[in-house]
């Protein structure tokens, strides 16, 4: 784990008997699946230590589907901004409105998650990150706006068991 100092660094104080809720943040567009399984197994291992898991897979789906927007992306512009649109204002609620954002990237190409990640960073909102990948290959800007990286789902939870009690 890499402690980063900045002003994001404060977790928010659990309130008795409720859960944190976690924002599971993460290459959507251009990852294998959406992205949908890592966010499936971080969550159910999340649910152990008694998080809630946002999952923006799960909470998008009424909006359109992966293949609809693709398609609107290549050949109805007008409806793929205004689809987009609403899942960004649906995405940066879910960063206003959790406790803490856990983000998995892998060196895939990314979008919405670094604009989350700065949305988390100005809101005051512990953002940590798992990658596999070396810091000096993560975009600065990006990983200037993380409390934590972590290497592993594991190191991850070992902190936030000492961390969220």
Not at 90 to 102: K, R, Y
């Amino acid at each position: 784990m890499s402690s980063l100092k900045g002003r994001n660094t404060t977790r928010t104080k659990k309130k008795k008997n409720s859960k944190y809720r976690v924002y599971l943040a993460g290459p959507m567009e251009f990852a294998e699946g959406a992205g949908l399984n890592w966010r499936l197994e971080y969550a159910k291992v999340l649910k152990k230590l008694g998080m809630e898991s946002v999952i923006p897979n799960k909470e998008e789906t009424y909006l359109t589907s992966q293949e609809e927007l693709a398609e609107f992306k290549q050949n109805n512009i007008v409806a793929f901004v205004r689809v987009m649109r609403k899942l960004i204002e649906l995405d940066l609620n879910f960063v206003e409105t959790v406790d803490l954002i856990v983000v998995r990237w892998e060196g895939e190409r990314m979008s919405g998650t670094i604009h989350e990640v700065g949305h988390a960073y100005i809101h005051n909102k512990p953002v940590y990150l798992v990658t596999s990948k070396p810091t000096i290959e993560v975009p600065g800007w990006f990983l200037a706006c993380f409390s934590s990286v972590f290497h592993s789902l594991e190191e991850l939870i070992d902190y936030l068991r000492q961390v969220y009690p």
